[in-house]
């Protein structure tokens, strides 16, 4: 069994988006770092919890996965559906550009396995049914 497929199984209540890793990654994002969606005018600071706005749930060398509510709280990511492949996305100093996007379900955690940026919400808006998931690639 791999590393990224142990992790990926470890962080499965993670993956959810209903969750948060431990304070180590959260607290590397969080702060400073904005996520930044031009296409649905998001500009938003990265949380500690997911109730405080997006969070970083899973990070390792090549994947940056990030939850956000889409109906309640500060609901950050209610209008992440509307994204479409080629749109720009930047967290922090990294720009990264949509590729696809798809719905899970909750349990499916193969979403970390991807190579670049994960976001990811509620589906359909209020239900936790599905996850919605955008998959971007890293440009700079």
Same mark, same amino acid.
């Given at each position: ?13 993670? *993956?959810?988006? $209903? %969750?948060? /890793? =431990?304070?180590?990654? &959260? ?33 390792? *060398?090549?994947? $940056? %996965?990030? /939850? =956000?509510?889409?109906? &309640? ?68």
């Amino acid at each position: 069994m791999s590393f990224r497929t142990l992790a990926s199984s470890l962080v499965t209540v993670v *993956a959810l988006g $209903l %969750a948060f /890793a =431990g304070p180590g990654a &959260t607290a590397q994002a969080a702060g400073t770092a904005h996520i930044v969606i031009p296409r649905i005018g998001l500009n938003v600071a990265l949380s500690r919890t997911l109730d405080g706005g997006p969070i970083v749930y899973y990070r390792d *060398a090549d994947t $940056l %996965a990030i /939850a =956000g509510h889409r109906t &309640t709280w500060s609901h950050p990511f209610n209008q992440l559906p509307a994204l479409h492949r080629g749109d720009m996305i930047r967290v922090g100093p990294h720009v990264y550009r949509v590729r696809r996007m798809t719905t899970v379900r909750p349990w499916q955690t193969w979403i970390v396995n991807y190579r670049g940026l994960v976001l990811s919400t509620c589906y359909p808006a209020g239900s936790d049914a599905y996850r919605y998931v955008v998959f971007a690639k890293q440009i700079s």
